[in-house]
Each structure stands twice: as structure tokens, then as C-alpha cells.
């Protein structure tokens, strides 16, 4: 009995050693991004994240990550894939010249561990982002608040929605299409149709001083957009200029295929429903 005793008091105080640890971690963890999120100076930012990244893959493939409290860090969003396949973290820099680094963790359970890809925000070496295949050594950098599973030729995607933060004039909205394989994580895949070719993702450019929607519908199975048109004559392609002009357009999962419907009625017959989606603000 007395032996049973002090193998149940050895088991709680390693426990309880544990906890404290897992707690001081933690802890300084919290610490750390909110003196990040609170830096004015460039170069401390970049100091900071760039001492704070190693330890944040460690702590996320460890068992704990899955329940701690994001909370108390105001500025990383944590969104999980509705076939709990994986969890993306994610949170962005902003700089004084008014651009914008983005950084993702994609965090996918295997056995009894946790593999952890870090994405790397290559938007500016991206010369075609509506036809490139990446990997996430390259990624074009988005903050992602909605993920759609779909199926395409027999393989699995997933469509993400985000928002990508350019600078102090042009804002992005972006349909990524991301799938998992055996080798590693691909992003893009041309299974967008607009009616006359196809796209491996799509990239909304637009005013930052107007906000996008970008939103999927599940009771219309639609990906809803604002349409976007210019209020100068002349603008061309000076993206500052455009914004929403009150019509909206879709994407129609078709045979695998997200095929663009132009002047799409979205009214809800049920206004107060839920959403399911949540929007991760810019720091």
C-alpha cells in the first residue's frame, strides 16, 4: 500500500512539474507576440519573429498547442479545417512603408504526432499568381478565414478564402486552392472557369480603402464576391481605384470545377442564420 502510495505521489508531482512547465511556456510564449504585435521599429519586428518562429513550430507540434488559448493574442488567427484534416495559424506584419508579411503554420495531425509546414510569404516572386503551381516555400502570402473541401478529378482540395494585405493603397482578396499529398502541400490547381480559360487560383486587387466580400455560401453551395469595376474612366489596371459597385458574381463547384456566374442574386430568405465563418482582422 505504501508503495502505491508514493508511485501515485511521484506520478502527480511529474505531472504537476509538467503542467508548471507547459504553463511557463506558454506563458512566455504569449509574451513574446505581444511585445511583436506591440513593436513600432521595423528591425525589432524582424528581430523579434525571427527568434520567436523556431519555437513557435516546436510549441505547435507539441500535444499542448491543440489546447491552448489563443485568445490573449489578439492578432493570430487559428482556422481549422471543417474535416479536421488540419489547423492553419496565421498572422501578418505590417512595416512603416504601409506593406504587409504574411505567415502561416499549417499543422496536420499524423499518428501520435504533429507535422508542422511553415509557409513562406513569396508573394512579390509570383509573376503569375493566377496560373502558377507553388509550393509553400513560395507561397502568395494570404490570411485565410475560410476553408471549403471539395473533390476535383478524384482527388480532395481545399479552396481557402483570404485576405491579402498588399500596401497603404491596393488590398487583396484571394480563392486559393490548396492539396495535401504524400509529398508535401501543393497550392494551385486550374479548376477556376470564367467562361473562357482556367485558373489556378483567383486574385481579387481593389482599393484598401474599400472592403471586399469574398464569403462562401453553403446554402447556395456558392463562393459569393463583390464585383469590382473602377471609378475612373482611365484607370486601366491602377488597382487603387477599384471597388465594389453593388453587383455581386459566384463560383459554382460544377463537376469539380468553380465555374464563375456573373450577376448572382444572393438575398437570404433567412437573414438571422449564422454565420460559419469568421474574418481575421489586420494588425
Not at 100 to 127: I, M, W, Y
Not at 249 to 277: A, S
Request: charged residues 25%; proline residues 4%.
Amino acid at each position: 500500500m505504501k508503495m502505491a502510495r508514493r508511485s501515485f505521489c511521484f506520478a502527480v508531482l511529474v505531472f504537476m512539474a509538467f503542467s508548471f512547465q507547459a504553463s511557463a511556456q506558454d506563458t512566455v510564449l504569449v509574451s513574446r507576440f505581444n511585445e511583436l504585435f506591440a513593436a513600432k521599429n521595423d528591425r525589432i519586428k524582424d528581430s523579434i519573429v525571427e527568434r520567436i518562429i523556431p519555437d513557435f513550430i516546436l510549441f505547435l507540434k507539441s500535444n499542448s498547442a491543440k489546447n491552448f488559448n489563443f485568445k490573449p493574442i489578439k492578432h493570430i488567427g487559428v482556422l481549422e479545417s471543417p474535416d479536421n484534416a488540419f489547423t492553419f495559424y496565421l498572422f501578418n506584419l505590417r512595416y512603416r512603408d504601409g506593406s504587409f508579411k504574411h505567415f502561416a503554420f499549417l499543422q496536420q495531425p499524423q499518428g501520435n504526432c504533429l507535422k508542422v509546414t511553415k509557409f513562406e510569404d513569396k508573394r512579390s516572386e509570383v509573376q503569375k499568381p493566377n496560373d502558377e503551381i507553388l509550393i509553400p516555400e513560395k507561397w502568395y502570402g494570404a490570411l485565410y478565414y475560410q476553408i471549403i473541401p471539395i473533390k476535383s478529378n478524384g482527388k480532395n482540395f481545399y479552396t481557402l478564402l483570404g485576405a491579402s494585405f498588399t500596401d497603404l493603397f491596393v488590398s487583396r482578396r484571394v480563392i486559393e486552392v490548396m492539396e495535401i499529398t504524400d509529398e508535401g502541400v501543393i497550392l494551385g490547381a486550374p479548376i477556376f472557369f470564367d467562361g473562357r480559360r482556367n485558373a489556378s487560383r483567383v486574385v481579387f486587387e481593389h482599393s484598401a480603402r474599400f472592403l471586399m466580400t469574398l464569403r462562401y455560401m453553403p446554402e447556395l453551395k456558392t463562393i459569393v464576391f463583390d464585383h469590382l469595376a473602377s471609378s475612373e474612366p482611365n484607370a486601366g489596371n491602377n488597382f487603387q481605384f477599384f471597388g465594389p459597385d453593388g453587383s455581386q458574381d459566384g463560383f459554382i463547384l460544377e463537376n469539380g470545377i468553380w465555374t464563375l456566374k456573373q450577376n448572382i442574386d444572393v438575398r437570404m430568405p433567412d437573414r438571422k442564420r449564422k454565420k460559419d465563418f469568421k474574418t481575421i482582422k489586420t494588425y
